[in-house]
């Protein structure tokens, strides 16, 4: 895993166990073990973090349709399909 990808990964479980607003980057860089400049390096702000975490789940989510148009399902299938 990337330092970039942990970053996500810990910020997404910190926004939603405290609230996005309640998180300061101090806060990220300690839960990944590094200090603020250091994740400056690897984000800007706490927005890239949000758009970052925005873009794995929409990763995941598209991964997931390719994998349903694969197996040929029926609409209702599609619909219904985890």
Do not use: C, W
């Not at 997931?64 to 599609?78: G, K, M």
Request: charged content about 25%; glycine content about 6%; cysteine-free.
């Amino acid at each position: 895993m990337t330092r970039r990808t942990q970053v996500i990964a810990l910020a997404a479980g910190l926004f939603d166990g405290r609230g996005y607003a309640n998180v300061i980057m101090e806060q990220l860089a300690a839960s990944v073990g590094i200090v603020k400049a250091t994740l400056h390096h690897y984000f800007r702000a706490k927005d890239e973090i949000l758009r970052g975490i925005h873009e794995e789940f929409i990763s995941v989510l598209l991964d997931r349709q390719e994998e349903r148009q694969r197996l040929e399902l029926s609409p209702a299938d599609l619909l219904l399909a985890r």
